[in-house]
């Protein structure tokens, strides 16, 4: 029929960095979809910045195929911001829940997420480009308070969908939104020096479970070991934190 979609593709425009731009490229990667990076050089984007709708990025561009042949269809979709991005690609590909309560609690856990997420980015992100007395006195608050809070949280969450389950998630019997957001933010967390002693696998347990379950994942396993994610590794230590003393991406690569 000319209305039923047939084949899509997607091409994410963003830095090649991590970022705001490693959720959803986990999520292109793990449903097995037809996707590619276009990249968007640092050297250019003072100009380039004009010619998207919001001066930033990233920027999904999305072509839905409709029908066969002389009834053959193409619709394409361009679409910003970061939170937008993910959420689209996840009730595409079904990683919202398949009820509405989960829907709810996978929401609920990603808000979790989304709020040590600002922390990092708003605050201590920042403060390491700030002297070492502001740079330490932030990043203690964070290990010690934030971070602490957000594990027990998270490791709270997970012993509850484990007794109730059985598997590794945060939410339900498969993997949702708020899983890959939450282990790719432990990527950038553990390449923190300091933070191997508030973060391991003693300490947090479901969550190493949970992030071996999403690095291993068929697609992203493969892409986590690309030459393209590796340079966002290193490229993410020297725009992202180039001041954060000792961070290094390489302790995020437990289960290569």
């Known amino acids: 029929m000319a209305n039923e979609m047939t084949q899509s593709t997607y091409e ?3 830095f090649p960095i991590h970022a705001l731009g490693a959720t959803s490229r986990a999520i292109l990667s793990i449903a097995g979809a037809d996707w590619k990076d276009r990249i968007q050089p640092f050297e ?3 100009t380039d910045k004009a010619l998207t709708p919001f001066g930033s990025l990233p920027i999904l561009t999305v072509h839905d195929i409709y029908g066969n ?7 394409t979709k361009r679409i910003p911001e970061a939170d937008v991005i993910e959420r689209f690609l996840s009730k595409r ?7 509405a309560d989960e829907e709810l609690e996978i929401c609920i856990a990603l ?6 997420h600002n922390v990092w980015v708003f605050r201590v992100v920042p403060a390491s480009a ?6 330490e006195k932030v990043l203690k608050s964070f290990l010690e308070v934030t971070l ?27 993997i949702s939104l708020a899983d890959i957001k939450t282990t790719v933010l432990m990527d950038m967390f553990l390449g923190v020096p300091e933070v191997e002693t508030y973060l391991n696998e003693q300490v947090a347990p479901g969550l190493w479970r949970l992030k071996e379950a999403i690095d291993t994942a068929p697609g992203y396993k493969e892409y986590r070991r690309s030459d ?29």
């Open 12 to 14: 994410l425009h963003y």
């Open 44 to 46: 250019t984007w003072k």
């Open 69 to 75: 042949g002389e009834n053959e269809k193409t619709t």
């Open 93 to 99: 590909f079904g990683l919202l829940g398949s009820t």
């Open 111 to 116: 808000s979790q997420t989304i709020t040590i």
């Open 130 to 135: 700030m002297g070492s007395e502001v740079r």
């Open 148 to 174: 602490q809070n957000w594990i027990l949280n998270c490791e709270k969450q997970l012993r509850v969908n484990t007794n109730i389950n059985k598997g590794p998630y945060l939410v339900g019997e498969k």
């Open 228 to 256: 393209a994610f590796l340079e966002q590794d290193e490229m993410t230590t020297k725009k992202v934190v180039p001041q954060l003393e000792g961070f290094d991406l390489s302790r995020s690569h437990l289960f290569a």
